[in-house]
């Protein structure tokens, strides 16, 4: 049976519609989960949506609706923006609505408790409501929240504390082992001097007066609910049924090779922290990697729903296509660090690499094999230095791109697939079918050519899964073939003499600015 993992995006809250930021997390997270799966593990990929927060409240309240109808309504865009991205998901889950979720969150607060590391008291701090976090007068900038640069509310009340000092010794040594990994290394050391530095314990309930008596109520007191962090990070445990012993969660849980989280870096300390000793307070497993992503800005500016500073990726598909969008964020943004966004440079860097790239290159081939050899591959012959080096670079840019994608680089994978895009497209140059064709003397040439070049092309396709789903899944069928059954690199030539090649579509078609 193939090794199990688990992959989870975080659950965004459902205050308003999605923007490009989320759309590159749904992307990354999507290739990881689509990559792994190419290597041969079962992968559970989950998604969802936020919806206890006192966010999701305050804008119902100034819309003139009730937070029900808010996030009824909202979570349907989170969910038509994951299907325009091709993100194949196992799960979607609602933390207001699925009782998988409101199970989990009251039973992993009830083990917290009986291990004697919840307790009440009287507390004042600085609120934002936009990040749903307390912060200390030192972390704000110039009184100020750092992500949101509004001024925090000061909030006087009585809370649940959840004891995190007791847990500062266990996750240092989870840090420094490796048994809980944080890519890339420099969030690492950041998550790492935070804890050494001394854990705090941190409030974990609120009001039921000032959450407007909306979210999970706290077992035993009507007169709170949870902190909605608290309560969302317990959805990942949750959507695989813990609480009822589904066979998923052990198998992608319990039992997994990788329980990984795709985060943003605003929120890493609640996934490197929090949540990993929330979970050996409740006696359950620790996640074995959380992976921290960059912003995406506009203008040097973090996009943000709650400062209106956002760019709609609904509205650049449906301008643009898929495959343009992804591929961009995929392509043109580090995995790790902020990226500033330009509808310019997305058209420029689609056009040179889809285009004028990948999509010339499949029609070249495409055309030229049903032009030569009536569509059917022929087989090769002799085979010179042009084959050679075509072989050696589709090995290599094989290779690269696992190594890359093994470390959460997605940037790095494509532009290691892409040098195979441009030594097959300079393959072609060199043998020229063109001329061949035009000498019979050169006919088992031409033959050698096409084949190597199909077969370049599919390997391409198989190559460019985890990124471009549905295109590479259209480039492999033009090709006469399976996404599943097609060879690896090291069978790259069998089963391809007197395949039906047929003329490419036009998947990428040129967007003029």
């Given at each position: 049976?193939?090794?199990?993992?688990?992959?989870?995006?975080?659950?965004?809250?459902?205050?308003?519609?999605?923007?490009?930021?989320?759309?590159?997390?749904?992307?990354?997270?999507?290739?990881?989960?689509?990559?792994?799966?190419?290597?041969?593990?079962?992968?559970?990929?989950?998604?969802?949506?936020?919806?206890?927060?006192?966010?999701n409240v305050l804008a119902a309240e100034k819309e003139g609706i009730t937070a029900r109808e808010l996030v009824d309504?909202?979570?349907?865009?989170?969910?038509?923006?994951?299907?325009?991205?091709?993100?194949?998901?196992?799960?979607?889950?609602?933390?207001?609505?699925?009782?998988?979720?409101?199970?989990?969150?009251?039973?992993?607060?009830?083990?917290?408790?009986?291990?004697?590391?919840?307790?009440?008291?009287?507390?004042?701090?600085?609120?934002?409501?936009?990040?749903?976090?307390?912060?200390?007068?030192?972390?704000?900038?110039?009184?100020?929240?750092?992500?949101?640069?509004?001024v925090p509310d000061l909030v006087s009340e009585r809370n649940y504390f959840f004891r995190l000092s007791n847990y500062?010794?266990?996750?240092?040594?989870?840090?420094?082992?490796?048994?809980?990994?944080?890519?890339?290394?420099?969030?690492?050391?950041?998550?790492?001097?935070?804890?050494?530095?001394?854990?705090?314990?941190?409030?974990?309930?609120?009001?039921?007066?000032?959450?407007?008596?909306?979210?999970?109520p706290v077992p035993g007191d009507d007169n709170q609910v949870m902190y909605v962090w608290i309560d969302a990070l317990?959805?990942?445990?949750?959507?695989?049924?813990?609480?009822?012993?589904?066979?998923?969660?052990?198998?992608?849980?319990?039992?997994?090779?990788?329980?990984?989280?795709?985060?943003?870096?605003?929120?890493?300390?609640?996934?490197?922290?929090?949540?990993?000793?929330?979970?050996?307070?409740?006696?359950?497993?620790?996640?074995?990697?959380?992976?921290?992503?960059?912003?995406?800005?506009?203008?040097?500016?973090?996009?943000?729903?709650?400062?209106?500073?956002?760019?709609?990726?609904?509205?650049?598909?449906?301008?643009?296509?898929?495959?343009?969008?992804?591929?961009?964020?995929?392509?043109?943004?580090?995995?790790?660090?902020?990226?500033?966004?330009?509808?310019?440079?997305?058209?420029?860097?689609?056009?040179?690499?889809?285009?004028?790239?990948?999509?010339?290159?499949?029609?070249?081939?495409?055309?030229?094999?049903?032009?030569?050899?009536?569509?059917?591959?022929?087989?090769?012959?002799?085979?010179?230095?042009?084959?050679?080096?075509?072989?050696?670079?589709?090995?290599?840019?094989?290779?690269?791109?696992?190594?890359?994608?093994?470390?959460?680089?997605?940037?790095?994978?494509?532009?290691?697939?892409?040098?195979?895009?441009?030594?097959?497209?300079?393959?072609?140059?060199?043998?020229?079918?063109?001329?061949?064709?035009?000498?019979?003397?050169?006919?088992?040439?031409?033959?050698?050519?096409?084949?190597?070049?199909?077969?370049?092309?599919?390997?391409?396709?198989?190559?460019?899964?985890?990124?471009?789903?549905?295109?590479?899944?259209?480039?492999?069928?033009?090709?006469?073939?399976?996404?599943?059954?097609?060879?690896?690199?090291?069978?790259?030539?069998?089963?391809?003499?007197?395949?039906?090649?047929?003329?490419?579509?036009?998947?990428?078609?040129?967007?003029?600015?």
């Amino acid at each position: 049976m193939a090794e199990a993992a688990f992959i989870s995006t975080t659950i965004p809250y459902v205050n308003a519609q999605p923007h490009l930021g989320h759309a590159f997390e749904y992307s990354q997270a999507d290739a990881y989960a689509r990559h792994m799966a190419s290597q041969g593990m079962d992968v559970y990929f989950l998604s969802g949506s936020d919806e206890n927060s006192l966010k999701n409240v305050l804008a119902a309240e100034k819309e003139g609706i009730t937070a029900r109808e808010l996030v009824d309504r909202n979570v349907v865009f989170f969910e038509r923006m994951a299907d325009d991205l091709q993100v194949r998901l196992r799960r979607f889950i609602r933390t207001s609505v699925d009782q998988d979720h409101l199970d989990g969150a009251v039973e992993i607060w009830q083990r917290m408790a009986a291990r004697g590391d919840i307790y009440a008291k009287d507390y004042e701090g600085l609120y934002c409501v936009g990040c749903e976090q307390f912060y200390t007068p030192a972390e704000l900038v110039d009184g100020k929240c750092p992500e949101h640069f509004t001024v925090p509310d000061l909030v006087s009340e009585r809370n649940y504390f959840f004891r995190l000092s007791n847990y500062q010794d266990a996750l240092l040594a989870a840090l420094e082992s490796g048994e809980l990994k944080v890519v890339p290394e420099s969030r690492l050391n950041e998550v790492t001097s935070f804890v050494r530095s001394g854990l705090e314990d941190i409030s974990i309930s609120r009001s039921t007066g000032r959450a407007r008596g909306w979210g999970i109520p706290v077992p035993g007191d009507d007169n709170q609910v949870m902190y909605v962090w608290i309560d969302a990070l317990t959805n990942y445990t949750n959507a695989l049924g813990w609480t009822r012993d589904a066979d998923e969660y052990q198998r992608y849980w319990v039992d997994a090779a990788k329980r990984v989280h795709v985060v943003g870096k605003g929120v890493t300390r609640f996934h490197a922290v929090y949540w990993p000793a929330m979970l050996m307070s409740a006696g359950l497993k620790m996640p074995t990697e959380v992976v921290v992503h960059g912003y995406i800005t506009a203008a040097g500016q973090k996009l943000s729903k709650t400062t209106g500073n956002v760019i709609d990726p609904t509205n650049l598909i449906e301008r643009f296509g898929s495959n343009a969008v992804r591929y961009f964020l995929l392509a043109e943004f580090s995995p790790f660090i902020d990226g500033d966004f330009s509808e310019e440079r997305l058209i420029a860097r689609y056009n040179a690499d889809l285009a004028n790239g990948m999509g010339n290159l499949l029609s070249r081939a495409t055309s030229m094999t049903v032009r030569y050899r009536d569509g059917v591959v022929p087989a090769p012959s002799e085979i010179g230095d042009p084959e050679r080096a075509l072989a050696e670079q589709l090995v290599a840019s094989e290779q690269a791109s696992v190594a890359a994608m093994a470390g959460y680089d997605h940037r790095e994978a494509l532009a290691r697939i892409w040098d195979l895009v441009r030594r097959t497209n300079a393959y072609v140059d060199e043998r020229a079918p063109w001329h061949l064709a035009k000498d019979e003397a050169q006919a088992s040439t031409l033959d050698t050519t096409l084949h190597y070049l199909v077969a370049a092309i599919r390997q391409l396709g198989r190559l460019l899964l985890p990124f471009l789903p549905q295109a590479a899944d259209a480039i492999i069928r033009t090709l006469g073939a399976e996404p599943d059954k097609v060879p690896g690199a090291a069978n790259w030539l069998d089963s391809l003499t007197g395949v039906q090649v047929t003329k490419s579509p036009a998947l990428f078609p040129r967007i003029e600015a």
